[in-house]
């Protein structure tokens, strides 16, 4: 008995449609099917529509809804008719519904795939992109029903949605009939719609951070009436930065009299104020906060930053409070950073904010700091200080249930004033995004990233993401693949970020040493060659070398073609009484930096061993910032709203974000000229060094090796980014995804366990040959007879294979018996099996033929919850397994991907003839990667494929076995519509 309307699943509320969503300001909205419930606020929003886009709604003059019009609007069976509204504080601003149609364009239902399709967008909230918004979740939702197409009929003169249709990717007809523009879109997403989801959501969430990063007023919620507190530091710190935009204290508890708190406007709710505050810090007990967002969201805050603890890091009680939290600041269009956060810092000099516990803002400069922890980012703070780096803009996130890291990368990828990018991270709330986002950003300007949480298994307190079940060598591996810079701590992300600011990027691994301490060069030469760099003999210029002498030497290592980068090692110089002369620190700095100024573009890094006044003296010469000059901080601003973005002069060049292609966008709030750039000469057109930048100084050599290998990698990515791979288009006419994809349909069933199933081996053989990856056959042998006849059937030489789980591919166990040239050599080779390892039932043997010998090799993909799809490599047996001696790759991969997957494993010369062995055929091998990559990505139910082993001769390969698992595909949060994470 088929089930009514109201039984049937697909008319239950669809929850899983509601989604908080960026709008091209930077605010946030909600995106809800529309309820029987929402009748009065459907009547109160079309009350405040134009009548001109009640026109261009209803082709006719349409002043208000009537009862049956509301009814209709407000009553949907989620699957032929579905309606969706965008909300912001409970209240409708826009609309969208379909109704499915047939040919005729009358309604109809399944298997009708087209439907008519309709907006209508308050004029108070057009041109914020919420009808761009709104297309991409109605047609997810339309897709997920069912429906191909999507028609509409719209007036000529309704310019604004007609463009909403035109720019949205899809592939559409146009046509004029009867007055009016038909379109009709087909849903399917395209390569250029996901593009401009993807350009529409990167241009949404910049802009959201810039926001909070830029405002033109703060008010510091929670400021204590006597000195002392943490909302009273936060003022203090805020004044002290000399904040640009006015700035505002509150307290509930303030007196009716008090006019004023630390020289600024003191109130006692933000509605009190009467003026726009941009930006609110919250700085009250937990359970105060929200009435605190309340008051913010109903007086048009646009942000705020939640100081105050008592969430997620407390337990499940807290986390019920923390996703509350954001909930509520959703509800009112704002985002959040925190809670349990430090709080924000922007040195632009339009700016110069410090909404945080630092008492100190950081120096300007061209780094950008993001870290989940505040200990962590006091930390950081203060090794930067003290080595003489700036910052444009630092942000402790604290349990980020909202702002994370994805969207300072957001940010940062556009931001004029950030040339380099660092990130503290204890979880990943997106891994893919991450990844995507990482990518496109480091093909610009380097990102710098320390995990912290790594082997725990599980997210720190706070952090409400999925927990990925994949190694941290994998995770590793992966962000390499983005171009991100991976360090194992702290030190390293500040002695990697310094090299990045103040450096240009090397073109190759070649390196120049040069010192007067041949002990302290030989340490340099023998790191360089720990870390995979190339150095060239050390340079020894013996003790009583002068800072001439350093200036004349590191010129000519500059000037010399054969080298890529240049380390300068450095000792005290010694006095006649033996006593260390110190002071010739300032002059060296110096020296050095004249020959920078004058070279060709290339990497310096100077190791010195007790020599702290040269490392002052290389950090002090550029670091000297232009220290924010008085400021009006109870005035007005001198404009409203928040800060444009600052037009700082690019005077560097050298560093490697300056020397990349500028991505699109508009320079950033942060955008302030650098300390260093105010010593630096004019670009050159010669050929040398357009700027002198910072000198990164290292106390010893093994660290600034590090860093210079890790950035040596990084420029090599960088090139390689440029001329990205590409899947090869043979492999299209040997692939039959049509055929597999049904199937794959008949193998899981119509009603699919969702843990999924194994294939059997011939299952597992046919689904595979769809992809062209012949499987070796294998027969089984249950008693000599039959693995007599198998042998027979597949010809000799054969061989004989346990399959059972405890020996499967254990050859060193003895249950792999090779080269059985005939039936004798077999029936032994059986009996001697099942006299030492078990019966026959438990062994579960089969008989193979024998291939040509080769390179055994297993290759894996599997589907991450968190990561998604993942490509491994390995030599089969103790290299992978014991060693763990595995690399990988996210899907889809490229020809470049596999080719470097192949040569990044530590055996990789077992492959291309090591100890004069005939290499192997490693083309074959790629091939074979790429139709395994291609085959998870195109079927997402293949949630794990295993190839092992593979056997790769000196031409072509053999893929002797396979195992094989589906499942229904797992949900893919990276390919739907434009969403903010919900936990």
Known sequence: MEPTPEQSPHHAYPDHWEADVVLRDGGTARVRPITTDDAERLVSFYEQVSDESKYYRFFAPYPRL??????????????????????????????????????????????ADEAEVAFLVQDAHQGRGVASALLEHIAAVARERGIRRFAAEVLPANNKMIKVFRDAGFTQQRSFEDGSVHLTLDLEPTAESLAVQRAREQRAEARSVQRLLAPGSVAVIGVGRAPGGVGRTVLRNLLGSGFTGRTYAVNTSFADDLGTVEGVPAHRSVGGIGEQVDLAVVAVPADRVPEVVADCGEHGVQGIVVLSAGYAERGAEGRERQRELVRQARSYGM?????????????????????????????????????????????????????????????????????????FLQYWYEDQGTDVALLYLESLGNPRKFTR????????????????????????????????????????????????????????????????????????????????????????????????????????????????????????????????????????????????????????????????????????????????????????????????????????????????????????????????????????????????????????TDGTRPSAGRIPAYPAAERAVRALAEVVKYAQWRRHAAAPGKVPEFLDETIDEHATAGLIETLLGPDPDPRGRPLTHDEARELLAGYGVPVRPALPA??????????????????????????????????????????????????????????????????????????????????????????????????????????HRLVPATDRDVAELIRSIRAAPVLFGWRGAAPADTAALEELLLRVSRLVDDHPEVVSVALEPVVVATQGLTVLGATVRLAPPPARSDLGPRRLPSY
Not at 576 to 591: F, I, P, R, W
């Open 66 to 111: 009537s009862a049956r019009d509301v009814h209709r609007f407000t009553h949907h069976d989620y699957v032929d008719r579905v309606g969706l509204a965008v909300t912001v504080g409970g209240e409708f601003i826009a609309t969208v519904r379909y109704d499915r149609i047939d040919d005729r364009g009358r309604p109809a239902s399944a298997p």
């Open 335 to 407: 985002r959040i950073i925190g809670p349990n956060a430090f709080g924000i810092i922007n040195t632009s000099e339009s700016v110069r904010l410090n909404a945080s516990l630092a008492p100190e803002s950081p120096k300007a400069g061209r780094i950008g700091l993001f870290t989940q922890s505040g200990a962590i980012g006091i930390a950081l703070l203060s090794g930067l200080h003290r080595r003489g780096a700036g910052l444009s803009a630092f942000i402790s996130a604290g349990n980020r249930a909202d702002v994370s890291g994805n969207d």
């Open 437 to 684: 986002l990482a990518r496109r950003t480091a093909a610009v300007k380097p990102v710098v990233v320390v995990k912290g949480a790594r082997h725990s298994g599980t997210n720190p307190p706070g952090h409400a993401v999925p927990v990925s079940r994949i190694p941290d060598a994998t995770v590793s591996a992966l962000m390499r693949q983005a171009g991100v810079i991976r360090v194992d701590t702290v030190t390293e992300m500040v002695d990697v970020g310094l090299l990045l600011a103040g450096q240009p990027l090397p073109d190759g691994p070649r390196v120049a040493i040069l010192g007067n301490s041949e002990s302290l060069g030989l340490l340099t030469y023998d790191a360089c060659l720990a870390e995979g760099l190339r150095p060239r003999p050390p340079r020894d210029l013996t003790t009583e070398a002068s800072p001439r002498d350093f200036r004349r030497a590191l010129a000519e290592a500059l000037a010399d073609r054969t080298c890529d980068a240049v380390i300068v090692t450095a000792i005290p110089w010694v006095g006649e009484n033996g006593e260390a002369l110190t002071g010739e620190g300032e002059v060296l700095a110096d020296a050095l930096r004249e020959a920078a100024t004058t070279g060709p573009a290339k990497p310096v890094a100077v190791v010195h061993v007790e020599m702290g006044g040269l490392a002052q003296a290389l950090a002090a010469a550029t670091s000297t910032a232009n220290q924010p000059g008085p400021a009006n901080q109870t005035g007005p601003a001198d404009r409203p709203g928040p800060h444009p973005a600052a037009a700082a002069p690019q005077a560097r060049t050298s560093s490697p974000a300056a020397s990349a292609a500028t991505p699109p966008g508009r320079s950033g709030a942060g955008a302030a000229t650098d300390s260093a750039d105010t010593t630096d000469s004019e670009d050159a």
């Open 782 to 887: 249950p008693d000599p007879e039959a693995a007599v006849a198998a042998a027979a059937e597949l010809g000799y030489p054969a061989a004989l294979k346990t399959t059972a789980p405890h020996l499967r591919h254990r050859a060193d166990l003895g249950g792999v018996r090779l080269d059985l040239v005939n039936e004798y050599a077999l029936r032994r080779a059986y009996d001697e099996l099942t006299e030492l390892l078990g019966t026959p039932a438990e062994l579960r043997p089969v008989v193979q033929a024998m291939v040509p010998r080769g390179v055994d090799t297993v290759v894996r993909a599997s589907i991450d919850a968190a990561a998604g799809a993942v490509l491994s490599f390995g030599l089969a047996g103790a290299p992978s397994e014991l060693l763990g001696d595995t690399a």
